[in-house]
């Protein structure tokens, strides 16, 4: 396993001094944000020149890229083209995973299967893999509905965020049944009454995740994911997340 940051971790920081910043606090290694809005670059503009995207992203510091979160906002017709191109960039750059959000609750589960399969197919044709976000206020806030997604998606995996089974409304029941799917972590610390509190605060047990991680066989990312906050010092965070992390590999 290794330990890096997403770019998510600097809304309003202009995306080429992401880095600058994550190399300052000594991350050797970078999950970039493909999202239409706010993201580090945009599916669209990938889809418009696909070389000049693969230049843009190997131009990282020397920081390895663990993987691509990919947000579309695109109509039907424009959004598979778009996926397609962003897969097609992660190949070109030597990326495995590729993370996509679930759909929002209410959607038929047919449907989404469906939109799961397509998804998967595509970034197969790249040698890539998708994996499926946790997320709260999506399918993916039951765990159960995670599992059952990777079990009738053939190759899907999922982007497992603790906080998600920690503060969402599913809190308090085991997501260990997820661990087997598991291709990429996104970590904050986290309580049943907050989504995000200072390092150290919360219900987190890093140490039994990452244990329980590496009897599965896990070799991937631990990637930091924590957001600015009033009165709270943002670095001094993921300096203390990336601390702790490699403390515990």
């Known amino acids: 396993m290794l330990v890096c940051a997403s770019t998510e971790c600097f809304p309003d920081v ?14 050797t290694a970078v999950e970039l944000a493909l999202h239409e809005h706010n993201g580090w670059l945009r599916p669209s503009e990938v889809l418009a020149d696909v070389d000049r995207a693969a230049a843009i992203c190997r131009d990282t510091h020397r920081m390895d890229i663990t993987a691509l979160s990919i947000e579309i906002d695109a109509p039907a017709d424009q ?11 992660a ?8 993370l996509v959000p679930s759909s929002e609750l209410g959607t038929p ?27 709260i206020g999506r399918m993916t806030q039951d765990a159960d509905t995670a599992v059952v997604f990777c079990d009738n998606v ?3 995996g999922l982007s497992l965020d603790p906080s998600c089974y920690i503060a969402g409304p599913y ?3 085991n997501y260990d049944k997820t661990l087997k799917h598991v291709k990429h972590v996104h970590l904050r610390d986290s309580t049943k009454q907050k989504f995000q509190v200072r390092i150290g605060q919360g219900e987190i047990d890093y140490g039994r995740l990452i244990s329980l991680l590496q009897k599965e066989g896990y070799d991937r990312a631990l990637s930091v994911h924590i957001l600015p906050q009033e009165e709270v010092d943002h670095r001094g965070e993921l300096r ?3 601390l702790l992390l490699e403390s515990l590999l």
Do not use: S
């Open 14 to 27: 202009a995306p080429r001094d992401i880095l600058d910043l994550l190399v300052d606090l000594e991350y």
């Open 79 to 89: 959004y598979y083209h778009q996926f397609d191109a962003c897969c097609k960039l």
């Open 91 to 98: 190949k070109a750059i030597k990326v495995v995973t590729l």
């Open 109 to 135: 589960f047919n449907e989404e299967i469906e939109r799961l399969r397509k998804l998967t197919a595509l970034a197969a044709l790249q040698g890539v893999v998708v994996a499926l976000k946790t997320q």
């Open 154 to 156: 053939k190759g899907m």
């Open 171 to 173: 809190q308090g029941r």
């Open 240 to 242: 203390k997340a990336r």
